[in-house]
C-alpha cells in the first residue's frame, strides 16, 4: 500500500550557473509530496498522516518556507531540492519510496532514491 501527504511553501531561489532569467532571485509557490509505502497495521493504517506531518516539517518544511533555498543548497534546482529532502527524510521515514516537487503547476522533478 502506499499513502503520500502533499505541503505547499513560499521559497526563492535562483539557478547558478545558469544563464536565463532564472539566474536572478525569484520565487515560487512549490508543492511538495512525499509518498510511503508499507504494509497497512492492524489499525487500518499504513502511517498516521499527522507523524508524517510533523516529520516533514521538521526536517523539511520549516528550513524551507520563506527562505532562500540558495541558503541550503549551491544549486538550488528542483532536482537538488528533491535529492536534499530525500536525505533529510529517509531516516525519519523507512518507508518513503518517493519525493515530488513542483516548482510550478506544470513543472516538478521526481526522486525515489
Known sequence: MKI???FTFDSAHFLKDYH????????HTYRM???IE????????????AEIKKIVNAKVIDKWDHANINDT????SVE???VWAWEQLKPE?????EIR???TSDSFAIYNG
Do not use: S, Y
Open 93 to 97: 521515514l523507512p518507508g518513503l519510496v
Open 4 to 6: 503520500a501527504k502533499e
Open 73 to 76: 543548497l549551491e544549486h538550488a
Open 38 to 49: 508499507g504494509d497497512m497495521q492492524p489499525n487500518g493504517l499504513v502511517m498516521d498522516f
Open 20 to 27: 536565463g532569467k532564472c539566474e536572478n532571485l525569484h520565487g
Open 80 to 82: 537538488n531540492m528533491c
Open 33 to 35: 509530496r512525499a509518498t
Open 101 to 103: 516537487i513542483w516548482e
